[in-house]
C-alpha cells in the first residue's frame, strides 16, 4: 500500500456528474511529503471532481494554517491558509502535464492528488514570512539589531531594516556616502 494511497481520485468510475472528496492534512501528511518548506500545519482540502463531455476539472479548496519559520526571529509561526484552484484532468496514454492540463493514463484512470495539494499550499506561503509587529523573539531581535548596527558601522551590508515596531529606523541619520553629493549641491 503506498503512503498516498488515501489521495488517489479514481475518474474512470465516476458515475455522477461530481463527487466530493475531504482531506484533513496535519503533521502526519506533511512528514510523508518529506519537503523542506513546511512540515506542520492543519489544513482543511476539499476536492470536487466535476465529470466534463471529454475531462474533467478538479476543484481545490484550502483552509487553514501551516507552521513555518519566521524569516525575523527564526521561532515558529503561524502561517493562514486560504487558497482556491482548478485543474483539468483528460486521458491520455501517459502521465503529462501540459500548461493547466493534467494528462492520466486512461489504463489507471485516476490521480493521486496529495504532490498537488501540497504545491497549492506552498505557493499560497507569502515570500517573505514574519511575525507581526511585537510578536518576534525578543533575543533574537535584540540580538539583530546590534548585528545591524556593527554592520553599519562597517558598510559592508546590504541588509534592508522594515520600520516597525522591532526595528526603529532613524531617519535624521544621514548615510556618510551621500554627504559628498551633498556638497556638490550646494556648490552649485
Known sequence: MSKFEQYNVVLKDLASESRVYEYDLDDTYFKKIDSPEVQKGQVKAVV???K??????LQFVLSGH???PCDRCLDEMEQPISYKEKLQVKFGSN?????????VPESEGAINVAWFLY??????IP???????????????TKLKRHITRSKDDEDTDLEV????????????????WEGLQNIIDNN
Request: proline share 3%.
Open 48 to 50: 470536487t471532481v466535476l
Open 52 to 57: 466534463k463531455s471529454n475531462s474533467f476539472e
Open 66 to 68: 501551516v507552521l513555518i
Open 95 to 103: 502521465f503529462s502535464e501540459e500548461d493547466e492540463i493534467v494528462i
Open 119 to 124: 504545491e497549492f499550499i506552498v505557493l499560497n
Open 127 to 141: 515570500i517573505k514570512h514574519t511575525h507581526a509587529p511585537g510578536e518576534c523573539n525578543k533575543t533574537m531581535v
Open 162 to 177: 522594515e520600520d516597525d515596531d522591532d526595528f526603529a529606523v532613524d531617519d535624521n541619520q544621514i548615510d556618510p556616502r
